[in-house]
């Protein structure tokens, strides 16, 4: 009902929208740092001039979601108030406040023959986000897109269709205003799920990377389907190893946080591995502290004698996300065994170790291949704002080009420019 | 005749090669720098000590092709003697000769609360290089993977069967003796063609990454079946524009050299781009001094004046990566025109402007969206020896993760370590 096409008609308007943000890209590629700026600034006005429009149109959207029986944490997610707008436009300004990677020199050397060779900072070209039902990921992904050069198409999920696009207008406005052409932040306007297969097919090469943001499910379609790269997480099994040598006061504060600081996000711990040589002096108390904060906790089987009365683990629970207040447990032997344990298990995201010993540290940094590695700090740092890049587009476990949290600058590529004198090669 | 498996086991094979691969990847990414070097010099001196043998198998390959009716540059290619044994082996040298990238840091950065976050260099896993003729790819890609902790599958072309399998045993007998996984640098045993298919379908997720060696079909076929990422490129169909603020004897030398130093490579011009204002200039000295070095030269409608008796271009030769002495010319107005035909022909490997206006390079550098662009020096410098890299194993031109010449870093990816002292987030 919501939908402005026939279904018919998708893959012709969804061709036409990637030509379209090809020629947009061209454009936002050599935009001035300073006229980029002046868009985004002109995008907060407007999200907050707009912003009963917004409101009325984010109102429609809950109501309709009630009507389909939904309810909870999707209805959080999905609404917004006052303060919400506020915080979109804020987020809009924090983005025009960042430094413009575009053009950035990231190595220059020169050559004996007197080439000097300079790799610099370019836009990827055109990005496609596919969301689910915040309609501020409409804001955020399309200025921080905007910000590297980059045009972006949006396809948010149809529960929050209505608010993405009065978010959409007020976008557009601002880009009008800078002189940035419109297409630079397009949204899908069909909620036609056809769409989201003509994206991951690439757009006949009008789309350089997929983002998706939302649940495990979402994601798998688009890392099974993509036919073009794609900056994911499927799922955040965090791990914490505790070490013999660890500080038990460190360990408690560490532990607690990094599970129930927000049980819900990718760097939540799921699995903490306790060093079997100190299972004495760490297992009763990290247990009861995470229960004093009310954890679940689930304990394999040979760890049974520190934590009496509690439900046992099975085998499925070290491939549990839980992003809940529940925790598995287990012992290990040494560093060693941690490593071997998350080597298994790891979805790649974010592991930490509580040490005091240098060597095990070492090991753990050496040895596993996660994309954010902790000493003695909770795995709920990992997050782009809390690396100081700004804003984050989501947090990618490939090893292809981004890694970690995605911001402004995994957003780009780069090319060589060569400055001679007229050489020739022999 | 030359296969060690039966076709219907290709799938098995295949899958078995995979998971050896990413078993020995990981053994590869914790190898110390001195244990790679050792390999990589035992590999060189294996190649040397085995190199009757490698010669008598490069004589079969080269006799049957002989007998297939292959002729020219292909057994050119195919061909190796006492020479190209020891060129081997010394590129192998080489390689161990460059820095270890792994675990080196590329930015570190401390936070507000304490943290200090550093992001290092990983080996990215597993590659596959499928190519075609040149036996020596087989020791250069090997090498080249080893050196940056990756383990490699090695597909080469049937023709080349015997010699690339003789190579291989050098190659495993260094690994060995530097105790290192065999299964480190594996070559498929079949050249049945469905071997290539499990490849580009990334062995159930034990390839991280394809490279081809090859040519355009070879690369067209990889870049549109891969399931996986693929550095490569289809083709080099490089520009050089001469403004008219250049030089001429500058101009001619570099002409001259981009197009016919070696005509058979990626980063030869093929297209050359005259300011119009100063086609009297530039136009018959240029196209003259090509004919001198035996280059057929294809001239646009309107410039006709200046090149009276030669073939005229058409529209299909601005698409055309001649690979031989052959170039079109054309006409364009000033560094606009330039622009514009670049950045509808480009094939965004590598083009070069030759001008002493300032304006005009920043512009030419700014606004063209190739991997490589050089000011005042040739094409032909597009090589990742000439940038000062070491061996290359491609080029490529996509703008995921690398772009232009993939040397021993461009086979890296990295991960972020966060070091604290007991930091929680609130």
Redesign the interface.
């Known amino acids: 009902m919501l939908d402005q096409v026939q279904n018919d008609d998708v893959t012709a308007v969804m061709r036409e929208i990637g030509k379209r943000a090809r020629a947009a890209a061209?454009a936002l590629?050599?935009a001035p740092t300073a006229v980029k700026n002046r868009a985004l600034h002109a995008m907060a006005n407007a999200i907050e001039a707009d912003s009963d429009d917004i409101l009325a149109a984010n109102r429609k959207d809950v109501a309709a979601a009630r009507e389909n029986g939904i309810s909870g944490a999707f209805i959080n997610r999905l609404e917004l108030d006052a303060a919400g707008i506020a915080a979109i436009a804020e987020g809009i300004r924090a983005i025009a406040a960042l430094d413009d990677p575009i053009?950035d020199t990231i190595a220059e050397?020169d050559?004996p023959n007197g080439?000097t060779?300079s790799r610099v900072r370019?836009p990827?070209?055109v990005i496609g986000v596919i969301y689910e039902s915040r309609p501020n990921v409409t804001a955020d992904a399309g200025a921080l897109c905007l910000k590297a050069g980059n045009a972006v198409i949006l396809r948010g999920g149809s529960d929050s269709a209505r608010s993405a696009r009065a978010i959409h207008t007020a976008l557009k406005a601002g880009l009008a205003e800078a002189g940035l052409p419109e297409d630079a932040i397009q949204i899908v306007p069909t909620t036609d799920r056809a769409a989201v297969g003509e994206m991951l097919a690439g757009l006949s090469g009008n789309i350089?990377?997929i983002v998706p943001r939302g649940g495990k499910s979402l994601v798998a379609r688009v890392q099974s389907e993509a036919?073009v790269?794609v900056f994911a997480h499927l799922e955040g099994l965090c791990h914490i190893y505790v070490d013999k040598s660890a500080?038990l006061d460190?360990a408690r504060?560490?532990v607690?946080?990094?599970k129930m600081?927000r049980t819900g996000i990718c760097g939540a711990a799921e699995t903490l591995l306790i060093d079997r040589a100190a299972a004495e002096k760490f297992a009763t108390p990290l247990i009861e502290a995470l229960e004093d904060k009310g954890c679940l906790v689930r304990v394999d089987h040979d760890m049974i004698d520190y934590a009496r009365g509690r439900d046992e683990a099975d085998d499925t629970d070290w491939t549990t996300e839980y992003l809940d207040a529940i925790i598995s447990v287990k012992l290990v032997d040494g560093i060693s065994g941690a490593i071997e344990h998350i080597?298994k298990y790891s979805s790649h995201h974010t592991e930490a170790v509580i040490a005091e010993d240098h060597e095990v540290v070492a090991r753990f940094?050496?040895?596993i291949?996660?994309?954010?590695?902790?000493?003695?700090?909770?795995t709920?740092?990992a997050d782009g704002g809390?690396?100081?890049m700004g804003a984050e587009i989501g947090i990618a476990t490939g090893?292809?080009?981004a890694?970690?949290p995605v911001g402004v600058e995994q957003l780009t590529?780069?090319?060589?420019?060569?400055?001679?004198?007229?050489?020739?090669?022999t």
Chains 1, 2 share one sequence.
């Open positions: 061209h590629a050599i053009g050397w050559r080439l060779i370019t990827l070209g350089d990377v036919r790269p500080d460190m504060a560490i607690v946080n990094a600081r080597g940094f050496n040895e291949d996660s994309a954010i590695l902790l000493h003695n700090a909770s709920q740092f809390e690396f100081g090893k292809m080009h890694r970690g590529s780069f090319k060589y420019l060569v400055r001679g004198t007229g050489q020739t090669r």
